[in-house]
């Protein structure tokens, strides 16, 4: 398997070169364009085998809908032949990014930056908190353990951070962590500060690990947005 992720920052697409019998699975709407000796298989976003298997992977993928606002379905590609190709991007503009799992290795991403991943990465859904309510970003994170590659896709530019004590981030800005991080919500000042800043909620991590940021908020552009619609 070779991936190759070109047009980054603003425009990423990620062009995914299989050999027989390798699958890839991504989310439902990611692809692009494919060659022609590719199987697809449309399923559930969930795991699961059998019966009772089916019924598990219909509720995780009716969970990772409605509780976190990701795709019920993911696409799993598996090529026929040698040196099958198939590209796919985000849906918003911007840009992805390729991280390599392995045993050893759990990363966390808010659920809209899951982009794609191989077979053998497991993609779990994650309560965030209560506090995460707050954040507008949704409660809900995935967490992606396993080996193989693990696509993730930003608003914007990624930016990687490498946090050796602690980092305030804020939370539209959030794409994914891994290490011994932890993190709360907060206010990003006082109550003055937090209602005429524009800054709103963030959230402070603690301890070492990697961070993954986005350079454009979804939300901010939503609220630019909605008043410039005609009534």
């Known amino acids: 398997m070779k991936i190759d992720v070109e047009?980054?920052?603003?425009?990423?697409?990620?062009?995914?070169?299989l050999d027989q019998g390798e699958t890839f699975l991504s989310e439902s709407g990611a692809m692009v364009a494919m060659s022609s000796n590719l199987a697809v298989d449309t399923k559930f976003n969930g795991t699961g085998t059998g019966f009772f298997g089916f019924l598990k992977a219909m509720m995780a993928g009716l969970a990772?809908?409605?509780l976190a606002g990701e795709s019920m379905f993911v696409n799993e590609f598996t090529a026929k032949s040698d040196g099958q190709?198939?590209?796919?991007?985000?849906?918003?503009v911007g840009d992805v990014e390729r991280i390599r799992m392995k045993d050893d290795?759990?990363?966390?991403?808010?659920a809209t930056s899951y982009l794609a991943s191989g077979s053998d990465v497991n993609v779990a859904l994650v309560w965030g908190g209560f506090s995460m309510l707050f954040g507008g970003e949704g409660a809900f994170f995935l967490k992606c353990t396993g080996t193989?590659?693990?696509l993730i896709n930003?608003?914007?530019a990624i930016e990687k951070i490498e946090v050796t004590d602690g980092y305030i981030v804020d939370t539209g800005h959030v794409v994914g962590w891994e290490g011994d991080l932890t993190y709360k919500i907060k206010k990003a000042g006082g109550w003055k500060s937090t209602l005429l800043s524009?800054?709103?909620?963030?959230?402070?991590f603690s301890g070492t690990g990697t961070l993954w940021l986005q350079t454009r908020n979804l939300s901010s552009l939503l609220g630019?947005?909605?008043?410039?619609?005609?009534?």
């Open 85 to 92: 190709q198939v590209m796919l991007a985000p849906t918003l």
């Open 64 to 66: 990772r809908k409605f």
């Open 7 to 17: 047009s980054r920052p603003s425009y990423g697409l990620a062009v995914v070169t």
């Open 154 to 156: 930003a608003y914007g």
């Open 148 to 150: 193989g590659p693990l």
């Open 224 to 231: 630019w947005l909605t008043p410039q619609l005609p009534g």
């Open 198 to 204: 524009g800054e709103g909620l963030v959230l402070e």
């Open 105 to 110: 290795r759990a990363v966390t991403v808010q």
